[in-house]
């Protein structure tokens, strides 16, 4: 996600008076039991009773942070969890169990430059090589760790930093399609106080091929969250404007080639009633859009239709599926949810 209209408090202020190279000690495991929890599930149409259980548990396991973004499950290891902390300029790393501790520090400014509110890393993946993928907001750019997972180190190559001659605003999330190709997003959330040193006059969505062009699929106000059906036939892009606050959906051609933009479900009235925005999403291989929204996570089928919601009472930017998808683990504000599946 991109702007938080209003901190948390007494969280927000414990966090961030926690030094920004080592782990806070104020970050810990916190599951909800159910009589203490603010969370539900509604669901809307029984198609979505084939991945979500309607009595389904919704924890909190682990709080503390800033503000969390780009979830990340990795299988190795047993599994664990990656998700970026912006303003630390860090990424966790979160077991099953909901222990966690620092990954990487700095993910996503590497530099000596001007201040800014966003300086982290954002969203995360992993190349079709099984390699760390990062969108970075401080240094502009869309990068790669060079270390291997099982030994993190902060330094990275640029796989692509600028359009035209232009450098990024600051990529938000990404996609790889089953070619290596790669589709981002490039929202201004990243940049200085009254975005100086911006240089493009428009907020991209892009497609990094595996061969290196680089093509301007499409510009929207705000483009944040990204993926891809599974066939790979749709791209959606989530729109985080409060003016328009929407999910779009691209075809994409045999060639490759994508389509014009096309609405698949326009949120704006509905962000005047619940905090947040269209952010990030995950696709369930069964063909469900899991997309954060005002309010919490959406489910829509291909089609646009809201399946179920998943109300989690407080801003959320994304989500991640674990490797058998059947859990669902949210970034939502300070906090790491974890959601029980089919």
Same mark, same amino acid.
């Given at each position: 996600?991109?702007?938080?209209?209003?901190?948390?408090?007494?969280?927000?202020?414990?966090?961030?008076?926690?030094?920004?190279?080592?782990?806070?000690?104020?970050?810990?495991?916190?599951?909800?039991?159910?009589?203490?929890?603010?969370?539900?599930?509604?669901?809307?149409?029984?198609?979505?009773?084939?991945?979500?259980?309607?009595?389904?548990?919704?924890?909190?396991?682990?709080? &503390?942070?800033?503000?969390?973004?780009?979830?990340?499950? $990795?299988?190795?290891?047993? +599994?664990? %969890?990656? *998700?970026? /902390?912006? =303003?630390?300029?860090?990424?966790?790393?979160?077991?099953?169990?909901?222990?966690?501790?620092?990954?990487?520090?700095?993910?996503?400014?590497?530099?000596?430059?001007?201040?800014?509110?966003?300086?982290?890393?954002?969203?995360?993946?992993?190349?079709?090589?099984?390699?760390?993928?990062?969108?970075?907001?401080?240094?502009?750019?869309?990068?790669?760790?060079?270390?291997?997972?099982?030994?993190?180190?902060?330094?990275?190559?640029?796989?692509?930093?600028?359009?035209? &001659?232009?450098?990024?605003?600051?990529?938000?999330?990404? $996609?790889?399609?089953?070619? +290596?190709? %790669?589709? *981002?997003? /490039?929202? =201004?959330?990243?940049?200085?106080?009254?975005?100086?040193?911006?240089?493009?006059?428009?907020?991209?969505?892009?497609?990094?091929?595996?061969?290196?062009?680089?093509?301007?699929?499409?510009?929207?106000?705000?483009?944040?969250?990204?993926?891809?059906?599974?066939?790979?036939?749709?791209?959606?892009?989530?729109?985080?404007?409060?003016?328009?606050?929407?999910?779009?959906?691209?075809?994409?051609?045999?060639?490759?080639?994508?389509?014009?933009?096309?609405?698949?479900?326009?949120?704006?009235?509905?962000?005047?009633?619940?905090?947040?925005?269209?952010?990030?999403?995950?696709?369930?291989?069964?063909?469900?859009?899991?997309?954060?929204?005002?309010?919490?996570?959406?489910?829509?089928?291909?089609?646009?239709?809201?399946?179920?919601?998943?109300?989690?009472?407080?801003?959320?930017?994304?989500?991640?599926?674990?490797?058998?998808?059947?859990?669902?683990?949210?970034?939502?504000?300070?906090?790491?949810?974890?959601?029980?599946?089919?």
């Amino acid at each position: 996600m991109n702007i938080k209209p209003i901190l948390m408090g007494s969280l927000l202020g414990a966090a961030m008076a926690c030094s920004t190279n080592k782990t806070s000690k104020n970050i810990q495991h916190q599951p909800t039991t159910a009589s203490t929890s603010p969370f539900s599930i509604n669901i809307l149409d029984d198609q979505a009773l084939k991945v979500i259980s309607p009595d389904a548990k919704i924890e909190r396991m682990a709080s &503390g942070f800033d503000w969390v973004e780009g979830p990340l499950w $990795v299988e190795e290891g047993g +599994g664990y %969890l990656l *998700f970026s /902390d912006i =303003p630390q300029n860090k990424i966790y790393k979160m077991t099953i169990e909901g222990d966690t501790s620092t990954y990487l520090f700095p993910s996503g400014y590497t530099g000596n430059g001007t201040k800014r509110k966003e300086p982290g890393s954002n969203g995360l993946l992993l190349s079709n090589e099984g390699e760390l993928v990062l969108m970075q907001h401080g240094d502009r750019r869309v990068a790669k760790m060079k270390a291997g997972l099982n030994a993190p180190s902060s330094e990275y190559s640029s796989l692509a930093d600028s359009y035209k &001659g232009k450098r990024f605003n600051s990529p938000n999330d990404g $996609v790889f399609d089953q070619e +290596g190709n %790669l589709y *981002f997003t /490039d929202p =201004p959330y990243g940049l200085p106080p009254q975005y100086v040193g911006k240089e493009l006059s428009f907020q991209g969505v892009y497609c990094l091929k595996h061969d290196g062009d680089l093509i301007l699929v499409d510009s929207l106000s705000r483009p944040n969250g990204i993926a891809l059906s599974p066939d790979e036939k749709y791209l959606f892009v989530a729109n985080s404007d409060k003016k328009k606050a929407a999910w779009f959906r691209y075809a994409i051609e045999e060639s490759g080639e994508v389509g014009k933009r096309e609405l698949f479900f326009d949120a704006t009235e509905k962000a005047k009633e619940a905090n947040g925005l269209p952010d990030g999403m995950e696709m369930h291989p069964a063909g469900y859009l899991f997309a954060t929204g005002p309010g919490g996570v959406w489910v829509f089928d291909l089609g646009g239709k809201v399946l179920a919601k998943i109300h989690t009472g407080q801003l959320t930017s994304n989500c991640a599926f674990s490797a058998d998808y059947r859990r669902l683990y949210l970034t939502a504000d300070g906090d790491i949810l974890r959601v029980d599946l089919k």
